[in-house]
């Protein structure tokens, strides 16, 4: 399996959710785990996904997702599992 942890980061609209996932969809990237939450108005969210069937390079869905991000003002990041839980352990 080729994970990833894409986090979401910004101010609370209309239609957050539904434009992620549409792009992981539409890239074949299957959602694992979802958890979101706003706090004051403030919205976060972390997708555990799978990319094996992703026809993209990582890279290439980092820089669209982070892209996505900037069109609808958020700050969208994607690392690689491995990445991520190294760079997150105590």
Not at 31 to 48: A, P, R
Not at 61 to 84: C, D, H, M, S, T
């Amino acid at each position: 399996m080729d994970k990833i942890v894409i986090t979401v980061v910004g101010k609370d609209t209309i239609g957050i959710i539904a434009r992620v996932c549409t792009y992981l969809s539409n890239n074949q990237i299957n959602i694992l785990d979802i958890s979101q939450t706003i706090v004051d108005d403030f919205f976060n969210m972390m997708v555990i996904a799978d990319m094996t069937k992703c026809s993209k390079e990582f890279g290439a869905v980092a820089e669209e997702l982070k892209a996505l991000g900037e069109e609808i003002g958020l700050r969208i990041l994607a690392q690689k599992e491995e990445i991520f839980t190294k760079m997150h352990r105590i």
